[in-house]
Each structure stands twice: as C-alpha cells, then as structure tokens.
C-alpha cells in the first residue's frame, strides 16, 4: 500500500505520524512523508521538519520525502491526486462547529477533494486488531467494507460492522418490528436491515476476514461514538459519498461531525 | 365567520372573567398566566382555544401584554400534551409498548426545552417594544360588525355576562373543530421524499418543512402525523423529527396571530410575534451552535422518561403539577 504522510508542527501531526508507522509496517509498500509550507522561505524548514520525524518514527525511517509551498489543503490533494499514493493519512484538531464555519477545516478539505481514501487521527493506536466498518444502509457501503477487509486482511484484524437505526414511530400503532432487536435476529428474519449487514459481511467473508454484524438504536452519531469506544476499535471506517444537486444540499453530512469529533482514526472512504 | 363570531361573544363576555381570573384564580403575575395558559389548554384539549381566550382577556384589559404573552406561551405547553394523552391510552389499554409513546414524549420535550428560554427572550421583545411598529387590523371586521352586532348585543342582553363568555368559548372550539375540517387533506404520496425514513435530512431543511406544513396545518400534532404516509411503516428519524418539530413550533402560532388581528388591541399582534420571534430565535441559535448536543439531549430524557412505567408516570406528574404550581405562586 503507497501511503502519504501530511505533516506540519501539531500535537495532532505527530499522531498522525505514529499512526502511520504502524500501517506501513502491518502493510508492505511505501511512504511518502509531505509537508506543506506556506511561503517558499519556509521550504527548510519544511526539510527539517521531515528529517526529524524520519528519524523519530524507524517504521518510517525509508519515506520519500517531500516538501510543497501553498495551501495545506490544496496542496495534500494535488499531491493525493498525482497517482502515486492509495492512502492519505494526516491529523485532526477537534473543532467546534463555529470554529469549522469561521476557519475551516483542513481535514475535511481534504476529504472533500482527496480521490483516494484518507485515514484522519486524532490519537494514534499502536496495533491494528479491530476494525468498526459503519454504514448507514446505502449501497455505498460494499467500498467501505472492501476498503476494510483489504486492511484488516493484511493486518490479521477482525471487523465489525454497524448500522444505526434511529427511526422512531411516527404514532402508537406503527407496526414498528426490530426497532429494539439485536442484529441477530434481523439477519435470521430476512429485515432489509439484516439483508443488507448479511450481505456486508459475506463481502468481508470473501477477503478472507470475520465480520460481525452490529445494529444499534439512537441517534445516529451518537451510537457510532458509543460503539467505537465501547469496544476500543483501533480504526473506524465510514463513507464520504458525496451528492450532488439537490440531495447534497438537503442531506446531513454526518462522517464531518465524526471526523471532527471521534478520536479514534478514521478511515474515509469515496 | 364564526371564528370573529366567537370572538365578539368572548369580548362582551370578557368582563364577567376578569374577576375569576384576579381575584378567584388569583392570576397576578406572568408565572400565574404561564400555569393559567397551560391548565387552560388541558381543559380544552387544544392550544389555540386558551391562546385566544388570552387575548380576549388583554382585549379587556383583564391582562398585560406580558401576562398575555405567558399565557399563550403554556397553552402550547398545554397543547402537547394532548398528543402524550393519546398515546398513554394505548399504553395503559395494554396493547402497545411503551416505545409507541415516543412521538408524544419527544414533541413535549422539545416544545418545553424550546418555550422555556423564549419565554426570557420574549419578556425583552415586550419591553423594549422592538415589536411595537407592527399594527394589522383586518378591515373587513367593520363589515362583518355591523352583521353579527345586532345578534351579539341580543345574546349580551339576554344571557349573564359568564354565560356569554362561556357560549363564545364554546362557539370558538366549533370555529376550530370547522377550520381542521376544511383544510386540505395533506396526503402526500412520496415521489422522492419517500426516502424520508431511511436518510438523514440536514437540520434546518426539516425545520424549514416543519415550519412550511404547519403553516397550513396549524397543528403540531397534525403536523406530526402527516409524516406517516410519508414514510414506511410510520417510522421517521430521530434526527428529522426534531428540528422538524422545531419548525411546527413556530408557525403553529399562524392562527392565534390572524385571532389578534381581529380584535382592535394592537397589543394583540405584537404579543403574538413576539412569542413567534422568540421561539424563532431560540430554535435557530440552537440549530446552528448546539444542534448535536440538543439532539444528544433530548434523546436521553426521552429514553429515560420511556424506559419505565415508572418514570412516565413522574414525567405526567411533572407535567400536570408544574402549571398547578405557577398558578399558585
């Protein structure tokens, strides 16, 4: 796997840089490390910056390593898109949402423009053993567990994948079955629900990886949060599909609220 | 017709309230309106009757502005609870899980934790008269007068003053139970929109809806259930559900707006706005600064208030003794 590394002075950075070593080392290929600077005079330092990381992660210690001038955004996918690279992986601040709307957000710049799948690390994790795969029901999903079972093969890791059903009765009489059922007993009961895990995980099945379906109830963000850290995953992977016209404009974009906020690394696929 | 018809009734009846509301109810203060409004709307089993009754009471000066600002605020306290109401007949009935009372505690909770902070920003509308520019009379009141004077004078002299003021409460519930009847039966079919169930719809978008269907429904609860045929099985999103009951909240006050237009106390509109402002304010700030946090809150006092019988019955005791205890203070 051609990882990319984008890097700069933060706390997060380093994260992200930790992270990565452990990929690079559970899945052979190579690294390249990036860092964006703002102005050219800045461009040593930017040298400087990659040689003391290579140095300070030995999973890392053969990287490229590469130096652009410009936007960090802008320049992380011009670099993502240039068809050297499978994975991105950088850092994340945690951002309240006024922060997002006042300063934007680099990480999901990035995901919005990266054309291929970008890992984004709040706190890093020193192994690969679980994997959490969400979906929200669409046929999306099947890349999302692909994507995952490539990793988790390689890794030797398992996968679990959920879904949140949030959907509550619109009055008493609803006839509302499964709405508090385990996700056992919509697979054995045929729910568009279970079809849809059942399917997911034969998907899994043929990578050669143990997935297990999960189907919890609430709020959509807030059981992904709550699963990802009942179960101490060690990267979490959700869609970034985005839509155009008139469904983009009216559709919650959830996966921006769990890259902002969950700190787990989180895989984002397109 | 027969809504300016209750309301002439209720204004030449007015007189006879004000001493039950000082003096027998001792409605004082704005905490006494707030309890007054919300008792008001149980008894009527609807928001709308007590909100005008408010305003046929500031009409005669029976209240302040303030007070009447209160009391339309706890008429729609009052009104959710009709749809609690409904569903706990279920529950005790045997037939149904508790879970079916969902809707019901949800759109309480959300009215209640959304009126509550406008309530502060509604006193300052008030005070500072931000407001007081806006003055709509409907014109052709005069007309309609000079039609129903005569019989209204006729029933003023032959009947007591309460007894007037009762036979418009009562002609004003007709008016109501009329004006559901003849509005258009909303059945949408879902071309597109059908996805209602399965996709989660940006915050804003669904209060935007639920401020767009009520303003032909005027009512939450029929709001509420338009969503049915909208979506499979009658299953709706959490997430979609609440900022759309956001939305019913504001423009549920349409027809309590247009009742004091038709009264001559330009007091009347404004005291509306300024509860329509309000709500507006609140559910905006919310929406755009805490939306996730709300949503995360809510959600647990809705899990907490269903997960036991028990704790549903503390919920409608809060519920029915909190009015009773404003109206004592």
């Known amino acids: ?270 | 017709m027969v809504f300016i018809f209750a309301l002439q009734l209720m204004q030449a009846g007015a007189g006879a309230i004000e001493p039950l509301v000082r003096t027998t109810l001792e409605v004082s203060n704005a905490a006494n309106a707030l309890g007054f409004g919300w008792i008001l709307a149980y008894v009527l089993l609807s928001g709308s009757p007590a909100a005008a009754i408010a305003l046929a009471l500031l009409e005669e000066g029976a209240l302040s502005s303030i007070e009447t600002y209160m009391m339309i605020a706890g008429s729609r306290l009052g009104a959710s609870l009709f749809v609690l109401l409904v569903g706990s007949y279920y529950v005790w009935r045997g037939s149904e899980r508790l879970r079916g009372l969902t809707i019901g505690v949800l759109s309480l909770v959300v009215v209640a934790t959304i009126q509550i902070p406008a309530l502060g920003v509604g006193y300052l509308i008030l005070r500072t008269g931000v407001l007081d520019g806006f003055s709509y009379r409907f014109t052709a009141l005069d007309t309609i007068d000079r039609i129903s004077r005569p019989v209204i004078d006729r029933i003023d002299g032959a009947l007591p003053e309460e007894a007037v003021f009762i036979l418009g409460v009562l002609t004003i519930l007709l008016a109501f139970r009329l004006l559901d009847y003849s509005l258009p039966q909303f059945r949408a079919e879902g071309d597109g929109i059908d996805t209602l169930p399965t996709m989660l719809y940006r915050g804003w978008v669904m209060f935007l809806l639920g401020m767009a269907v009520t303003l032909v429904t005027l009512s939450v609860s029929v709001s509420l259930g338009i969503l049915v045929p909208l979506s499979a099985k009658g299953l709706i999103r959490r997430e979609n559900l609440i900022p759309y009951i956001m939305g019913c909240n504001i423009t549920t006050y349409i027809d309590t707006l247009v009742i004091a237009m038709l009264f001559d106390d330009p007091a009347g509109p404004v005291t509306v706005l300024a509860a329509m402002v309000s709500n507006l304010a609140v559910s905006a700030a919310v929406l755009m600064f805490w939306s996730s946090g709300y949503q995360s809150r809510i959600n647990q006092a809705v899990d907490w208030t269903l997960e036991s019988r028990r704790h549903l019955l503390l919920f409608a005791t809060l519920m029915l003794g909190i009015p009773l205890i404003l109206l004592v203070i």
């Open chain 1, 1 to 270: 796997m051609r990882l990319l590394i984008a890097i700069d002075l933060s706390p997060e950075s380093s994260e992200a840089v930790r992270f990565a070593g452990v990929l690079h080392a559970l899945l052979p290929g190579t690294a390249t490390l990036l860092a964006v600077v703002h102005h050219e005079q800045e461009r040593s330092q930017g040298r400087e910056m990659l040689a003391s990381i290579g140095s300070a992660v030995p999973d890392l210690g053969d990287a490229q390593q590469r130096v652009r001038v410009g936007k960090t955004a802008d320049e992380i996918v011009a670099e993502a898109g240039n068809g050297e690279h499978d994975l991105v992986i950088l850092g994340q601040r945690g951002q309240s949402r006024l922060a997002q709307m006042l300063i934007g957000n680099t990480a999901i710049q990035v995901m919005a423009g990266s054309p291929v799948p970008v890992i984004v690390v709040h706190d890093s994790r020193s192994a690969l053993r679980h994997l959490l795969v969400c979906t929200s029901g669409s046929d999306y999903a099947r890349s999302n567990v692909e994507q995952a079972s490539r990793i988790a093969a390689r890794a030797g890791a398992d996968l679990r994948i959920l879904h949140v059903m949030s959907q509550i009765d619109v009055t008493p009489s609803s006839p509302a079955p499964g709405l508090d059922k385990p996700a056992s007993w919509h697979v054995a009961n045929g729910t568009p629900e279970g079809e849809h895990l059942a399917g997911l995980c034969r998907i899994a099945e043929e990578h050669g990886v143990h997935a297990e379906p999960v189907i919890r109830y609430g709020l959509v963000v807030d059981e992904i949060f709550a699963e990802a850290r009942s179960n101490d995953y060690d990267l979490v992977v959700v869609g970034a599909h985005h839509r155009h016209g008139l469904a983009g404009f009216l559709l919650d974009d959830v996966t921006k609220t769990v890259i902002s906020h969950l700190r787990r690394p989180v895989l984002i696929v397109r």
